[in-house]
């Protein structure tokens, strides 16, 4: 009877840890799970050993990356009459595996220790990533060996610099043989590398607005056209006050944008296809590098600008062409232009975040004048347009003064309902009543009479009852001539503000020799009503 060790596991049956104890095995150099063994070594047996085996193969090479093809055996043996199944895992050379729907990350990967599996540590899982890196790129052999390099030769030719044809080998491009090895794919002219560019509506993956992908070409001309496309949409912000000189700003640094462009394709890991992604949304620029922290590397030492890159022949290669100067300034400057919180770390990726600089439409908005928003709003102003709530607020108060306006007319009515005067025979005339107080002040005279009713078509009708009727009254208002101005009627003297009189019905002078003319006496008028 034997136990477990740290090369041997026993299960009486398949169960959910499968994947765990097979990764915990590859990364620490293989070993066996026997299947039909309980813990203290006693055989149990499988029931169906050939369909134990199918499931077991489909979720080693479905569930476990990178892939296991070739690093895993399955066979059936024999123990005191009874089956069992032997999964035999060999040591995998692209460690760390993980479990794929985990990452590698702590959950996902883990390493045999003693008799169990244990999770590893982030630090562990990096340092594992630093050492398979290089033999990924300069280490292992492309499988397109019909590889040609006229773009990288045009990008050196720009910077004045002629590749010789020993050029491969000196740029790491090639194996001791001779063969082109991964990096040499990168920089190809013709490869299935491919860079995505996506532009979201709004500030969320919700709506997708455009996706670009620049691929099947040399590596550092995909970066060069990201580079181009992040200047075109990275817009410039103006506004003009009065005679000072007109202002420009960015929606972010373009220093800053670059830096981070190029340490994402410099620090990238490639080693399972992954490249960098780019992002466009209405408030920021988004950058995530695949790898996460090199291996060693803390924080504090990323922000302070050690340099220490991950694929140094791709530094090497973008160092030629003046895209870096590794000097390890590129990163400090980004975080005294922003600060540290647009990083955000992971196990497995490097996201930047560069927010959009606000301050001229604000500034605009504040000042009236100034930016988009505030030359719109004085625009408006301008033009005599209002809110929607102001309009709103102008239409209510419109609305009110229309109502108390009416209320006002109506209370006016009805103050003035009644009849004028009296026909001779008695009737009540149709017109509105009104009351004349016929004074010494003939201004006020003629006030009083501009309340008779004067609006169009009533008018002229009204006047012409008026000076028609003929009251049963000592007076009339039949135009009559005054003794202190023959001639002149009373239209004449209440239109023209003059000291008025009437003239008694039977004692009117109808002369035509003035100076033979009686002395017509005057009297004063003081109202006017029917009967008096």
């Not at 169906?48 to 476990?64: E, P």
């Not at 702590?106 to 630093?130: D, K, V, W």
């Not at 929607?388 to 419109?398: M, P, T």
Request: aromatic share 8%; net charge positive.
């Amino acid at each position: 009877m034997s136990t477990e060790s740290n090369r041997l596991e026993f299960k009486l049956t398949l169960t959910d840890d499968l994947e765990k104890e097979a990764v915990a095995f590859l990364n620490a150099g293989g070993g066996q799970i026997h299947f039909g063994v309980n813990d203290e070594g006693n055989v149990t047996g499988v029931n169906d050993a050939d369909a134990l085996q199918l499931q077991i193969k489909d979720r080693i090479v479905n569930n476990i990356r990178p892939g296991t093809l070739g690093l895993f055996d399955l066979f059936i043996e024999e123990k005191d009459g009874k089956q069992i199944v032997v999964l035999n895992l060999a040591g995998g050379p692209a460690v760390p595996y993980y479990i794929r729907k985990y990452g590698r990350s702590e959950r996902g990967c883990f390493l045999r220790i003693g008799s169990a599996a244990q999770p590893m540590t982030e630090e562990h899982i990096e340092h594992l990533m630093n050492r398979r890196q290089p033999a990924a790129l300069t280490g292992v052999v492309s499988r397109h060996q019909d590889l040609t390099f006229n773009q990288l030769k045009i990008f050196y030719e720009g910077k004045g610099v002629v590749l010789n044809r020993h050029f491969a080998r000196t740029l790491d491009l090639t194996m001791p043989d001779g063969k082109f090895n991964q990096l040499a794919y990168l920089f190809a002219d013709t490869n299935r590398i491919s860079v995505r560019v996506a532009k979201w509506w709004g500030t969320n993956k919700m709506r997708l607005r455009e996706n670009e992908e620049y691929g099947d070409c040399s590596l550092v001309k995909a970066m060069q056209k990201v580079l181009d496309k992040f200047d075109i949409e990275n817009i410039t912000q103006a506004r003009k006050r009065g005679m000072k000189p007109r202002e420009e700003l960015r929606l972010v640094d373009s220093a800053a944008l670059r830096e981070l462009i190029i340490n994402a394709f410099a620090h990238n890991d490639y080693t399972n296809g992954d490249t960098p992604v780019f992002e466009i949304f209405s408030d920021r620029f988004a950058i995530t590098s695949y790898g996460g922290l090199v291996s060693g590397m803390t924080q504090g030492e990323f922000f302070s600008g050690v340099s220490r890159p991950r694929n140094p022949e791709i530094m090497r290669i973008f160092k030629d062409l003046e895209y870096v100067e590794r000097l390890g300034s590129g990163i400090p400057f980004v975080v005294e232009k922003y600060g540290r919180g647009i990083f955000h770390f992971s196990s497995s990726i490097i996201r930047f975040s560069l927010p959009f600089d606000r301050a001229i439409d604000l500034a605009g908005a504040k000042n009236d004048t100034r930016g988009a928003i505030g030359k719109r709003q004085e625009n408006d102003r301008k033009n005599g347009k209002k809110t929607g709530r102001k309009r709103e607020e102008k239409g209510k108060k419109r609305a009110r003064k229309g109502r108390e306006k009416g209320k006002k007319r109506a209370r006016k009515r009805k103050r003035h309902s009644g009849y004028d005067f009296h026909h001779p025979n008695g009737q009540r005339s149709r017109h509105r009543k009104r009351t004349f107080t016929f004074c010494q002040s003939g201004q006020e005279a003629h006030r009083k009479t501009q309340g008779i009713r004067t609006s169009s078509p009533h008018r002229s009708r009204q006047r012409r009852t008026l000076e028609s009727h003929q009251m049963k009254t000592a007076f009339s208002f039949r135009r009559v001539p005054f003794a202190s101005t023959p001639g002149r009627s009373l239209d004449y003297h209440l239109r023209n503000d003059t000291c008025l009189s009437l003239q008694p019905r039977l004692e009117r002078v109808r002369s035509d020799d003035p100076a033979s003319a009686l002395p017509v006496p005057t009297l004063p008028v003081a109202r006017v009503f029917p009967g008096v």
